[in-house]
């Protein structure tokens, strides 16, 4: 089982950058496909990459493609989200996610991912 802790949340200005962390505490780091959701107030938790085992194969919502970039580091148990170029609409609570699901890593659904963390706000202003 893996603890998941994010961190580097906050307050930037759009056209900015913000980077997101996410420690993986216990457990194998790269036993699981990572992914990252976000939750915006009223709306339902939605996709917003995913990260196979390896780091090498990455998939993204075409709302933050080419402007977010998901990475990891498995020798240091931890994820990233590097946002560039954010938008007010890009404000919310941001969750990385972990699952244990074997073959693609293109999981964008919330029922494929097994362990959540507490989330992180993130706040765009314009």
């Known amino acids: 089982q893996v603890q998941l802790v994010e961190s580097g949340g906050g307050l930037v200005q759009a056209g900015g950058s913000l980077r997101l962390s996410c420690a993986a505490l216990?457990?194998?780091?790269?036993?699981?496909?990572m992914g990252w959701f976000r939750q915006a107030p009223g709306k339902e938790r939605e996709f917003v990459a995913a990260?196979?085992?390896?780091?090498?194969?990455?998939y993204y919502a075409d709302s933050v493609k080419g402007r977010f970039t998901i990475s990891r580091d498995n020798a240091k148990n931890t994820g990233y989200l590097q946002m560039n170029s954010p938008e007010p609409e890009d404000t919310a609570v941001y969750y990385c996610?972990?699952?244990?699901?074997?073959?693609?890593?293109?999981?964008?659904?919330?029922?494929?991912?097994?362990?959540w963390g507490q989330g992180t706000q993130v706040t765009v202003s314009s």
């Open positions: 990260i196979s085992r390896s780091g090498v194969n990455t």
């Open positions: 216990r457990g194998t780091f790269s036993d699981y496909v």
């Open positions: 996610s972990a699952s244990r699901k074997i073959g693609s890593s293109r999981l964008s659904q919330k029922s494929e991912y097994d362990y």
